[in-house]
């Protein structure tokens, strides 16, 4: 569910693209240059089509009517050409000012143009009954409310902006006859809406809800801007290197592409503000940021999915909306080797590097593209893991065995004591090479290739305190009230930490799961017995075992499990023929299903720090 690039047209022509566009009746991508030339491409290849110059400046946008199948295109020589099926000039209107900007009102069939300092209003008549023309020229409202090039128009309510840095909002004026129904009003004007002149301005729709409307605005000033309907600032989005040049939404990923002078387009969320770059792998590939071109506009269609760009390299780049790509790409400051996710939602994602640190990342409610992570303290690890080894040389562990056939020793068991003396003096890599969540426990496994396997669980101790806080009315002002008030939801009328007014439980935390989340992991156990690196780790159906496996160069291997209860090893299945390559379960056991696709291992049961060998 990403963008990812489809194809580069490199020969366009040797003058700049000033306009692009694309004509939904024949699936073409269109561009305009700045000596009047337009050009089309196939929109699923990029194939020439079609070249044709009837402009004799500048072309400066393109606009399609649906309904009569007319693509306008429009130029600052003050000409707009009306073309009808294969690219033929169905009517010629020429007007005194430059053309810049054009948008369609379907409510009530008006184009709106923005021509110098001045925005007109016409109505549409495609068979051109009233004047020859598409355009009803002599009916046409005008307004000179700008005092510089008016650059960009929106519609929902109709919005203009320029170069003069103001920012209005117009609305239909609805008590006058039908002989001047396009006649505008000004709502609201903003005459500073920038410290420049604005260069790019779009409409957008919340998804989630249909009449919350927001604006954006892009200037020379290198900002961009979110507004309300009502023209009001909400956010203000800035350090960017050069003149923001382009803006472009793309509604499917509710992602706001910002271009200003970079071969990359900053990506933010349109609602909120924040840079969902680093985890959008768009632009995350090296190639990209090569340098060797600036992207200038950009336009994204829904009708193919397509978002076509131009650079300062007379190049269009196509990238296309594919279901299959990654929702989220997250970059880490390290090497991952192991990763393990929660099934239950909030989804979390633990990832585990080279150097022993264990991230936890958790999505956010108001975006799923970001990515909030917390470091699983390493101190944790290693005080438990001090004690554990503490523990076991004043009290060894009674090792359970029991008697089976006698089959060849391997050579590996002899120096198994004298890897076990040294392994505290090496220098081991830290590591995780394999990471498991058990969701019915729940706690997190993290194999490591320091030989250790660390176990993080909820802190129950947390827990209990964020259930008592949730069922309880606490005084105002206790220390946990503060430090938990914020997540759980529970305030009193003056917004301080404390139980709800009416002492019921919150809905925020009405499950366990909340609770568990809320308080944290920490380190619960460390098992220790393996000599060198665990590169596997598999759990079946009775969430009180963890198996581990590891290449100890023998044939032979023994599924077994722990049970708690009755504090011994019980053997499942055990097998000697080198030619296997499966571990799994015999048919008759409760758990009879493929575990993993090993070579000929060893199996090795632990719990606690105790080591069950083989039986």
């Not at 925005?119 to 598409?134: A, M, N, P, T, Y």
């Not at 956010?364 to 438990?384: I, K, T």
């Not at 290449?551 to 599924?559: E, H, R």
Request: proline share 3%; with cysteine.
């Amino acid at each position: 569910m990403a963008m990812v690039k489809h194809y580069v047209i490199n020969e366009t022509d040797n003058h700049s693209i000033s306009s692009i566009g694309y004509h939904p009746g024949r699936r073409e991508i269109v561009a305009g240059f700045d000596h009047g030339l337009i050009r089309a491409w196939e929109a699923e290849n990029g194939k020439p089509v079609y070249s044709m110059k009837q402009h004799a400046g500048m072309v400066t946008d393109f606009l399609y009517w649906t309904e009569a199948k007319i693509m306008f295109s429009s130029a600052n020589d003050g000409s707009i050409i009306a073309w009808r099926g294969g690219w033929s000039a169905y009517d010629v209107m020429r007007f005194d000012k430059p053309i810049y900007r054009m948008i369609f009102n379907p409510r009530k069939k008006h184009i709106i143009v923005a021509a110098s300092a001045t925005i007109w209003v016409f109505e549409l008549d495609d068979r051109k009954e009233s004047c020859g023309h598409v355009f009803h020229i002599p009916g046409a409202y005008q307004t000179t409310n700008h005092t510089d090039i008016v650059r960009c128009l929106a519609y929902t309510r109709l919005y203009s902006a320029g170069y003069d840095q103001r920012l209005i909002v117009w609305e239909y004026d609805t008590t006058i006859g039908r002989e001047h129904a396009n006649k505008l009003n000004r709502q609201h004007v903003n005459n500073a809406a920038h410290n420049a002149g604005i260069s790019a301005m779009l409409i957008h729709r919340d998804s989630t809800d249909c009449n919350t409307v927001w604006l954006v605005t892009g200037s020379f000033d290198k900002t961009v801007k979110i507004w309300t309907q009502d023209a009001k600032l909400i956010v203000r989005i800035d350090g960017f290197i050069s003149t923001v040049t382009g803006v472009c939404l793309i509604a499917r990923m509710r992602a706001l592409w910002v271009l200003a002078g970079s071969p990359v387009a900053s990506i933010y969320d349109p609602n909120t503000g924040d840079n969902l770059a680093e985890f959008i792998g768009t632009f995350q590939n090296s190639e990209d940021h090569s340098g060797k071109y600036a992207l200038v506009m950009a336009k994204y269609f829904a009708d193919t999915g397509q978002v076509v760009a131009s650079t300062n390299r007379r190049q269009i780049i196509v990238w296309k909306y594919n279901n299959n790509a990654c929702i989220s790409a997250i970059k880490c400051q390290e090497v991952v080797e192991s990763l393990a996710y929660t099934a239950k939602v909030p989804i979390l994602i633990f990832s585990g590097g080279v150097e022993g640190i264990i991230r936890k990342w958790e999505r956010r409610e108001a975006n799923y593209f970001l990515y909030n992570y917390d470091v699983f303290p390493r101190g944790e690890m290693e005080s438990l893991l001090e004690e554990i080894r503490a523990a076991s040389k004043s009290q060894p562990d009674k090792i359970m065995t029991k008697s089976v056939d006698k089959r060849p020793v391997s050579a590996y068991a002899y120096r198994r004591q004298s890897l076990k003396a040294d392994i505290d003096s090496m220098n081991i890599n830290e590591a995780l090479c394999v990471s498991v969540y058990i969701e019915e426990i729940p706690c997190l496994v993290a194999g490591s290739q320091n030989s250790n396997i660390y176990v993080w669980g909820f802190d129950m101790a947390a827990v209990r305190v964020l259930s008592e806080l949730n069922s309880s009315r606490p005084k105002r002002g206790d220390r946990l009230t503060r430090k938990f008030s914020a997540v759980l939801g529970i305030t009193d009328r003056n917004g301080n930490g404390s139980s709800d007014q009416s002492g019921g439980k919150s809905d925020a935390v009405s499950d366990d799961s909340t609770l568990h989340r809320v308080a944290g992991f920490t380190c619960i156990d460390v098992l220790i017995g393996h000599y060198s690196a665990v590169t596997s780790l598999v759990v079946v159906a009775r969430p009180e075992c963890i198996f581990t496996i590891r290449w100890v160069g023998s044939a032979d291997y023994l599924m077994g499990y722990h049970h708690p209860d009755k504090g011994r090893c019980i053997p499942q299945c055990r097998r000697r023929d080198a030619g296997w390559r499966g571990v799994g379960l015999r048919r008759g056991c409760p758990q009879s299903r493929l575990l993993a696709l090993v070579e000929p291992v060893r199996v090795r049961i632990q719990r606690r720090g105790r080591v069950y060998p083989s039986v």
